[in-house]
């Protein structure tokens, strides 16, 4: 069992990583294997993925963190965005991202924190795409239009009730841009969809 003394230091040092490390920069602070599994066997860390350490006890940081580690190419989307735009009021169990199709699957294939991922064409990936801010880190997340024809697309797989709770939440939404929206629409092939859906709100 570690000292405090030592917990306090190794918690010191993930600090600095926002708390998640990889195998090399823990050997770059003389940090190694027996090391690695001395902080598992006490609890202080878990595995992410191989390779990747989340320091547990990390002081109100959030899975946000893990995921800009891990996917900073990568972007928001679906129900991850349906609830910050609040057109849903259900937190999703995973975190949904966009990523480029070509990823390697074992990439996605983490233990912590649960990841839906949804491959897109590398042309479709940055149409959309924002800035937000989820507990105060910041993101990279697709605009409610671009999130509305992502729902469109995927609605067959959808929940029946989230789906219909996000059209009526973009259609009363003020700040929503239906220009954006149909040339959006277009690139993504939805039109037909958002005519019929959307349009009939409007």
Same mark, same amino acid.
């Given at each position: 069992?570690?000292?405090?003394?030592?917990?306090?230091?190794?918690?010191?040092?993930?600090?600095?990583?926002?708390?998640?490390?990889?195998?090399?920069?823990?050997?770059?602070?003389?940090?190694?294997?027996?090391?690695?599994?001395?902080?598992?066997?006490?609890?202080?860390?878990?595995? %992410?993925?191989?390779?990747?350490?989340?320091?547990?006890?990390?002081?109100? /940081?959030?899975?946000?963190?893990?995921?800009?580690?891990?996917?900073?190419?990568?972007?928001?989307?679906?129900?991850?965005?349906?609830?910050?735009?609040?057109?849903?009021?259900?937190?999703?169990?995973?975190?949904?991202?966009?990523?480029? /199709?070509?990823?390697?699957?074992?990439?996605?294939?983490?233990?912590y924190p649960f990841v839906k991922?949804?491959?897109?064409?590398?042309?479709?990936?940055? %149409?959309?795409?924002?800035?937000?801010?989820?507990?105060?880190?910041? %993101?990279?997340?697709?605009?409610?239009?671009?999130?509305?024809?992502?729902?469109?697309?995927?609605?067959?797989?959808?929940?029946?009730?989230?789906f219909n709770k996000a059209v009526?939440?973009? %259609?009363?939404?003020?700040?929503?841009?239906?220009?954006?929206?149909?040339?959006?629409?277009?690139?993504?092939?939805?039109?037909?969809?958002?005519?019929?859906?959307?349009?009939?709100?409007?």
């Open positions: 069992m570690l000292e405090q003394k030592d917990i306090n230091n190794l918690g010191k040092i993930f600090s600095d990583y926002d708390y998640i490390m990889t195998t090399a920069q823990l050997n770059t602070e003389k940090l190694y294997y027996r090391d690695i599994q001395r902080m598992l066997e006490d609890g202080l860390i878990e595995k %992410v993925k191989r390779g990747y350490y989340h320091w547990i006890e990390d002081y109100g /940081k959030s899975e946000v963190v893990i995921i800009n580690s891990l996917f900073p190419d990568a972007v928001l989307c679906m129900e991850t965005a349906l609830f910050y735009y609040r057109y849903s009021d259900r937190n999703p169990v995973e975190w949904n991202i966009a990523i480029d /199709k070509n990823t390697s699957r074992h990439r996605t294939k983490i233990d991922a949804y491959r897109v064409e590398p042309e479709l990936l940055p %149409v959309g795409e924002t800035k937000g801010k989820i507990d105060f880190t910041e %993101v990279r997340i697709y605009d409610r239009d671009r999130t509305i024809c992502d729902v469109l697309r995927n609605m067959n797989k959808m929940d029946k009730e989230i009526q939440g973009y %259609v009363k939404d003020q700040r929503k841009n239906i220009p954006k929206l149909m040339e959006y629409a277009k690139v993504l092939r939805v039109q037909k969809r958002v005519k019929e859906l959307i349009g009939v709100w409007l």
